[in-house]
């Protein structure tokens, strides 16, 4: 059974920083991609960061230069260490991990909330 365990969210103010967690059990060996989408209250879920196997990276644009993924292969933990936080990256954060090529999967954490006070 695949489980995805979330941690690391909570209240901050506004520049100050978290860095959350996300810890994959049950996953077949192998590539894959692990990441972080956010949804706000009122807003569709949007990417936030994502990291594949070989540690390339992508960022959405408003956290580019703010926060860093980062993965260990070995744990199937992928990290997300977010500064200089804002009130806009108030949001539920949720980890995914996914694999394109056969044997296929998707699957989500079940959410972690980041409140940015200004």
């Known amino acids: 059974q695949v489980q995805l365990v979330e941690s690391g969210g909570g209240l901050v103010q506004a520049g100050g920083s978290l860095r959350l967690s996300c810890a994959a059990s049950?996953?077949?060996?192998?590539?894959?991609?692990m990441g972080w989408h956010r949804q706000a209250p009122g807003k569709q879920r949007e990417l936030v960061a994502a990291i594949a196997s070989g540690g390339v990276a992508d960022y959405a644009d408003s956290v580019k230069g703010r926060f860093t993924i980062s993965r260990d292969n070995a744990k199937n933990t992928v990290y997300l260490q977010m500064n200089s936080l804002k009130p806009e990256d108030t949001a539920v954060y949720y980890c995914?991990?996914?694999?394109?090529?056969?044997?296929?999967?998707?699957?989500w954490g079940q959410g972690t909330q980041v409140t940015v006070s200004s």
């Open positions: 049950g996953i077949i060996s192998g590539f894959n991609v």
């Open positions: 995914n991990v996914h694999r394109a090529t056969m044997p296929s999967y998707y699957y």
